[in-house]
T-cell receptor, first 117, second 113 residues
Framework: AQKVTQAQTEISVVEKEDVTLDCVYETRDTTYYLFWYKQPPSGELVFLIRRNSFDEQNEISGRYSWNFQKSTSSFNFTITASQVVDSAVYFCALSEAGGGATNKLIFGTGTLLAVQP | GAGVSQSPSNKVTEKGKDVELRCDPISGHTALYWYRQSLGQGLEFLIYFQGNSAPDKSGLPSDRFSAERTGGSVSTLTIQRTQQEDSAVYLC???????????FGPGTRLLVL
């Protein structure tokens, strides 16, 4: 069965600190996608990144970076020099990619990040 | 371009009444998804539409829930005989094709009194 675990329920940091959000996943599929979404207080889910299971290269986008490690089934997200605007709930998600798959997203329970000024 | 839109933004209803929630996907997107976000259950998949194929209804929690997608575009999620446990935020997402990134609308917050 597919499962996504975000063990950190809440994290509080002070502005300019670096913070890493953990994500561990379970799947029997060899082909799958991993995602991170941000949900600010306004409530809308904002797409951040999509990673194919065959691409283990880490990715950096500005202050955001992602570390994908198939050996540990992890897809961690790091925010460098955090800012108050980064305060939100962050969701990690998994979807199948095989033929006939629904491609529904299986979400973790989310991590609430609070960045204090 | 325009993103996914949903209406109404908020809906308050009485237990036992029927409600309809609407989703307008991004123009040209063939795949459409409904999810539900509640305190107790987190974010959970409800139903998936892809083109003219039969929808995947495997996530619908009971037969009181149904959805349709007309003309391959707008979708309506209907909840009959609402219960208090149906109170949640109902989110719609669309993607340009299966396996592509899903983009979410702002959601409809449903409160059943």
């Amino acid at each position: 069965a597919q499962k996504v675990t975000q063990a950190q329920t809440e994290i509080s940091v002070v502005e300019k600190e670096d913070v890493t959000l953990d994500c561990v996943y379970e799947t029997r599929d060899t082909t799958y996608y991993l995602f991170w979404y941000k949900q600010p207080p306004s409530g809308e889910l904002v797409f951040l990144i999509r990673r194919n299971s065959f691409d283990e290269q880490n990715e950096i986008s500005g202050r955001y970076s992602w570390n994908f490690q198939k050996s540990t089934s992890s897809f961690n997200f790091t925010i460098t020099a955090s800012q108050v605007v980064d305060s939100a709930v962050y969701f990690c998600a998994l979807s199948e990619a095989g033929g006939g798959a629904t491609n529904k997203l299986i979400f973790g329970t989310g991590t609430l990040l609070a960045v204090q000024p | 371009g325009a993103g996914v839109s949903q209406s109404p933004s908020n809906k308050v209803t009485e237990k036992g009444k029927d409600v309809e929630l609407r989703c307008d996907p991004i123009s040209g997107h063939t795949a459409l998804y409904w999810y539900r976000q509640s305190l107790g259950q987190g974010l959970e998949f409800l139903i998936y539409f892809q083109g003219n194929s039969a929808p995947d209804k495997s996530g619908l929690p009971s037969d009181r829930f149904s959805a349709e997608r007309t003309g391959g575009s707008v979708s309506t999620l209907t909840i009959q005989r609402t219960q208090q446990e149906d109170s949640a935020v109902y989110l719609c997402a669309s993607s340009s094709a299966p396996r592509e990134t899903q983009y979410f609308g702002p959601g409809t917050r449903l409160l059943v009194l």
